[in-house]
């Protein structure tokens, strides 16, 4: 069975710091495919990244970045000099090869950019 | 302005109401999806919707009833439902291929409230 673990329920960090989030996951697969999304307060589900399980190279994006290691099952996400506007719930998602095309979502991780 | 859209927003109805919930993709994908969002678990899926067919059912309630006419249209009709069912239910939708699972976009959400 698939599962993917937030572990951090909330982070609260002051603007411009930077803020890491972190994502485990499990899968018996060789091929998957990892995501993260962005809920903000409005509720929309909003996609930041997908990464197929054969690319570990590290992406960066503006001022986010990604870490995916494939020996930890680990695809961390890193917001660099934080803002308020990144104040959300933070998504990580697992799919795998099989056939079964949903998603397996953590259980999210809010974090408040405060002024 | 998301591809993905969602009506109502907002529905309060009693446990013997029937009601449904729309969800239209702009996107010209192939796959649409049901998730229920409350507070107390992770996105959970409901259902899936491949080239119209249903290919998944998560084990839903009988209460919850999905009908997908065509590609680009998905509803969810519920009928007696309980106060548990209370939740913000959200529709997604993606362009599934054999080469892999491409990332899913969300709608708004449907902030459901069963009294």
């Known amino acids: 069975a698939q599962k993917v673990t937030q572990a951090q329920t909330e982070i609260s960090v002051v603007e411009k710091e930077d803020v890491t989030l972190d994502c485990v996951y499990e899968?018996?697969?060789?091929?998957?495919?990892l995501f993260w999304y962005k809920q903000p307060p409005s509720g929309e589900l909003v996609f930041l990244i997908r990464?197929?399980?054969?690319?570990?190279q590290n992406e960066i994006s503006g001022r986010y970045s990604w870490n995916f290691q494939k020996s930890t099952s680990s695809f961390n996400f890193t917001i660099t000099a934080s803002q308020v506007v990144d104040s959300a719930v933070y998504f990580c998602?697992?799919?795998?090869?099989?056939?079964?095309?949903?998603?397996?979502f953590g259980s999210g991780t809010r974090l408040q950019v405060q002024p | 302005e998301t591809g993905v859209t969602q009506t109502p927003r907002h529905l309060v109805m009693g446990m013997t109401n029937k009601k449904s919930l729309k969800c239209e993709q702009h996107?010209?994908?192939?796959?649409m999806y049901w998730y229920k969002q409350s507070a107390k678990k992770p996105l959970e899926l409901m259902f899936v919707y491949s080239l119209e067919e249903r290919v998944e059912n998560n084990s839903v309630p009988s209460r919850f009833s999905p009908e997908c006419p065509n590609s680009s249209h998905l509803f969810l009709h519920l009928h007696t439902l309980q106060p548990e069912d209370s939740a913000l239910y959200l529709c997604?939708?993606?362009?599934?291929?054999?080469?892999?699972?491409?990332?899913?976009?969300f709608g708004p959400g449907t902030r459901l409230t069963v009294l």
């Open positions: 996107l010209g994908h192939n796959a």
């Open positions: 998602a697992l799919s795998d090869h099989t056939g079964r095309r949903a998603l397996t």
């Open positions: 990464r197929n399980s054969f690319d570990e």
């Open positions: 899968t018996r697969d060789t091929t998957y495919y």
């Open positions: 997604a939708s993606s362009q599934a291929s054999s080469a892999g699972y491409n990332e899913q976009f």
